[in-house]
T-cell receptor, first 114, second 114 residues
Framework: DTGVSQNPRHKITKRGQNVTFRCDPI?????LYWYRQTLGQGPEFLTY????????KSRLLSDRFSAERPKGSFSTLEIQRTEQGDSAMYLC????????????FGAGSRLTVL | EDQVTQSPEALRLQEGESSSLNCSYT??????LFWYRQDPGKGPEFLFT???AGEEKEKERLKATLTKKESFLHITAPKPEDSATYLC???????????????FGQGTILTVHP
């Protein structure tokens, strides 16, 4: 297993365009999380899946953001009509349900909105 | 609402100069306190989990401790390769849909000069 994989690593887009990020978690992990991190800040929780069910969404997740995890495997995070304030690192993490519940993070997808 | 505050925001040390990073938290029902290390352009890397006041964990030059209101990350005789951002996070609750979600502090940027 190569850990949590995120693609693309970098995305530059113009304001108003749609972007989609993909996350492939560690295969045996049931839980998948999306976080957003801006410069100089810690990661902020966006949403979380247990298998294919989206169980919690942060107030930070506006209607322009949508996340899916079909079949409980990979996940996508789509941002519609991007704004400059969406520029950030989008981090995906996965974990087991039981035990220490340690979150393993991917390297992130950096979004720059011009 | 769960809150995590880390201090100092930045710390510059000479190689071999020991010091400590602080993480103060308020949370309703602490499930665990986590320390992560983050290198520039990468996702957070897990270091430690602490579950109850008085607990300590060590890894190489790092030792994490926990009280009821704060945690310390002690760095003994640091080396330049210890330079990174150190993130503290809390996991609240004893089950349910929020189980597993982490609330992060803003991080402490550690620079160790040779």
């Amino acid at each position: 297993d190569t850990g949590v994989s995120q693609n693309p690593r970098h995305k530059i887009t113009k304001r108003g365009q749609n972007v989609t990020f993909r996350c492939d978690p560690i295969s045996e992990h049931n839980r998948l999380y999306w976080y957003r991190q801006t410069l100089g800040q810690g990661p902020e929780f966006l949403t979380y899946f247990q298998n294919e069910a989206q169980l919690e969404k942060s107030r930070l997740l506006s209607d322009r953001f949508s996340a899916e995890r079909p079949k409980g495997s990979f996940s996508t995070l789509e941002i519609q009509r991007t704004e400059q304030g969406d520029s950030a690192m989008y981090l995906c993490a996965s974990s087991l349900i039981w035990g220490a519940n340690v979150l393993t993070f991917g390297a992130g997808s950096r979004l720059t909105v011009l | 609402e769960d809150q995590v505050t880390q201090s100092p925001e930045a710390l510059r040390l000479q190689e071999g100069e020991s010091s400590s990073l602080n993480c103060s938290y308020t949370v309703s029902g602490l499930r665990g306190l986590f320390w992560y290390r983050q290198d520039p352009g990468k996702g957070p890397e897990f270091l430690f989990t602490l579950y109850s006041a008085g607990e300590e964990k060590e890894k190489e030059r790092l030792k994490a401790t926990l009280t009821k209101k704060e945690s310390f990350l002690h760095i003994t005789a640091p080396k330049p390769e210890d330079s990174a951002t150190y993130l503290c996070a809390v996991q609240a609750g004893s089950g349910g849909t929020s189980y597993g979600k982490l609330t992060f502090g803003q991080g402490t940027i550690l620079t160790v000069h040779p």
